[in-house]
């Protein structure tokens, strides 16, 4: 195992911590074991380190310019899924979780390996930021950083970084057209390039009927509509356009890091899930301080299963759970269950959107003889979310917990208004009239007790556009809220 490169000084310390953290965050879902999680940080660690040293040594450009590059914690979780490939190409694939080693074979993963202009749009657009204004965006909106800390590490003056995070959202968005309109694309496509720029520059408008269409059926235009359009959804298409594989997953533990170090309580309103599950639910940003005391906190809460109360973390990590810790972390720190393994979303129906999928962790594994069928279904919540909506058209995510671990699962319901199923992910779903059916894939038909199983997909609505009702789990009513 190659030895970990070291801090070259005292301001480096902090920076080193917290990208060890994020690094073994992203490790431990691209791997099957605490110890297999640690040895490919490790090494991408050591790796990634070495390239961005090598990479800032390079003469400038010109008048001052770089050659383009991403900031430090994005170019490390670069190296932690370059080194997967590695390991996959070198016959070590074993040691990876097996929906990885899918991803990893597909035509979406040798787009981050493939030709430059044929590359995630929001991978190129945050590689052609300047590297300070790149930083601001990933620390802010990806690692849930609050402004605060993200102006006290960058240098800012914490009274103007948030309308310098505007500025830079504004650039970002920029960035992003410019390398769609880069693209190779059909003459349809690029026939909207103008439209679809135009449409997502101010929240609430209108979007024409035939772009709604369009981009139901073009995946590369949906995935530049998500950098384009103003919300919440920019973390979700930062760490998609990165990392690719797992980028959901990634952004809800470095929340949950932010939320074991301040306490959920000092996560902003607007970053919080609705009341009202049929209105728009903003991606929840925590904020995470920057003290490296509690760096081992912080990655044990991350490394635990979604949807338990701070009780049941602290209840876990007195159970003995094995110890996952680092060199620059200074005390041990839990493993829980595996999260849920993302995939590029599969179309299951008649709409194919890319559109970005919510990730939770996945549970131990049952009795994978089970089916649906034969489990006994157990009582269940609802959780229903529209993520956003446009003129007939919406995108929507559903969590449903329950109190009795799962083999299988089946989950129905009815939409009030005529909504119509589109794409789903992670999930394989129809619809019949008004009822709407979505039912577990091999990878996540095991969930435990007290963890939620979620899933997401694309629908169109006319008139209204209602949270649907009589939801049941396995033939058992939910309640939803």
């Known amino acids: 195992m190659p030895d970990l490169p070291g801090p070259q000084d005292a301001s480096e310390t902090v920076l080193f911590s917290e990208a060890w953290d994020a690094v073994l965050s992203y490790a431990d879902l691209c791997t099957s074991g605490s110890l297999t999680a640690h040895q490919l940080a490790t090494e991408a660690f050591t790796r990634g380190m070495r390239e961005v040293r090598a990479a800032a040594r390079v003469p400038t450009r010109g008048a001052g310019r770089r050659a383009p590059r991403l900031p430090l914690i994005p170019a490390l979780l670069t190296a932690v899924r370059d080194t997967a490939v590695r390991w996959e190409a070198d016959g070590?694939?074993?040691?990876?979780?097996?929906?990885?080693?899918?991803?990893?074979?597909?035509?979406?993963?040798?787009?981050?390996?493939?030709?430059?202009?044929?590359?995630?749009?929001?991978?190129?657009?945050?590689?052609?930021?300047?590297?300070?204004?790149?930083?601001?965006?990933?620390?802010?909106?990806?690692?849930?950083?609050?402004?605060?800390?993200?102006?006290?590490?960058?240098?800012?003056?914490?009274?103007?970084?948030?309308?310098?995070?505007?500025?830079?959202?504004?650039?970002?968005?920029?960035?992003?057209?410019?390398?769609?309109?880069?693209?190779?694309?059909?003459?349809?496509?690029?026939?909207?390039?103008?439209?679809?720029?135009?449409?997502?520059?101010?929240?609430?408008?209108?979007?024409?009927?035939?772009?709604?269409?369009?981009?139901?059926?073009?995946?590369?235009?949906?995935?530049?509509?998500?950098?384009?359009?103003?919300?919440?959804?920019?973390?979700?298409?930062?760490?998609?356009?990165?990392?690719?594989?797992?980028?959901?997953?990634?952004?809800?533990?470095?929340?949950?890091?932010?939320?074991?170090?301040?306490?959920?309580?000092?996560?902003?309103?607007?970053?919080?899930?609705?009341?009202?599950?049929?209105?728009?639910?903003?991606?929840?940003?925590?904020?995470?301080?920057?003290?490296?005391?509690?760096?081992?906190?912080?990655?044990?809460?991350?490394?635990?299963?979604?949807?338990?109360?701070?009780?049941?973390?602290?209840?876990?990590?007195?159970?003995g759970r094995r110890p996952v810790t680092g060199p620059y972390l200074l005390g041990p720190t839990t493993r829980a269950p595996k999260p849920t393994r993302t995939h590029a979303p599969t179309p299951t129906a008649t709409v194919t959107q890319t559109a970005p999928e919510r990730e939770k962790p996945a549970p131990e594994p049952q009795d994978a003889s089970a089916t649906p069928a034969a489990t006994?279904?157990?009582?269940?919540?609802?959780?229903?979310?529209?993520?956003?909506?446009?003129?007939?058209?919406?995108?929507?995510?559903?969590?449903?917990?329950?109190?009795?671990?799962?083999?299988?699962?089946?989950?129905?319901?009815?939409?009030?208004?005529?909504?119509?199923?589109?794409?789903?992910?992670?999930?394989?779903?129809?619809?019949?009239g008004s009822r709407a059916t979505a039912t577990a894939l091999g990878y996540n038909k095991s969930v435990t007790a007290h963890t939620g199983l979620t899933f997401g997909f694309l629908g169109t609505w006319q008139d209204a556009n209602r949270t649907p009702r009589d939801f049941t789990l396995n033939g058992t009513p939910c309640t939803v809220g």
């Open 92 to 319: 070590q694939g074993q040691r990876l979780d097996p929906d990885l080693r899918l991803w990893l074979n597909s035509p979406q993963a040798a787009r981050f390996s493939g030709l430059p202009l044929q590359r995630p749009v929001a991978l190129r657009g945050l590689r052609d930021l300047p590297e300070a204004d790149a930083s601001l965006l990933w620390l802010a909106e990806a690692e849930a950083l609050p402004l605060s800390a993200v102006a006290r590490r960058l240098g800012l003056d914490p009274a103007a970084v948030a309308d310098e995070l505007d500025q830079v959202r504004a650039l970002f968005r920029d960035r992003c057209h410019r390398a769609h309109l880069d693209s190779p694309l059909d003459p349809e496509c690029r026939s909207y390039a103008g439209l679809l720029d135009a449409v997502t520059r101010a929240p609430g408008t209108r979007t024409p009927d035939d772009l709604s269409r369009h981009l139901a059926t073009c995946p590369r235009c949906a995935e530049a509509a998500a950098c384009l359009r103003p919300g919440g959804g920019l973390p979700a298409a930062l760490a998609g356009g990165v990392v690719g594989w797992g980028g959901l997953a990634y952004l809800e533990r470095r929340r949950r890091a932010a939320e074991a170090r301040l306490g959920p309580a000092a996560v902003p309103e607007t970053a919080r899930p609705a009341d009202d599950a049929g209105r728009g639910r903003v991606v929840r940003r925590g904020l995470l301080a920057t003290a490296v005391l509690l760096s081992a906190l912080a990655l044990g809460a991350s490394l635990m299963p979604f949807g338990e109360s701070a009780a049941d973390d602290t209840t876990a990590a007195l159970e």
């Open 376 to 432: 006994k279904a157990p009582a269940c919540r609802v959780d229903y979310a529209v993520d956003s909506q446009w003129a007939q058209g919406f995108q929507a995510t559903v969590t449903v917990t329950t109190d009795r671990p799962l083999t299988g699962w089946r989950l129905s319901w009815t939409f009030r208004d005529g909504q119509r199923l589109g794409r789903t992910w992670d999930a394989a779903a129809g619809q019949d």
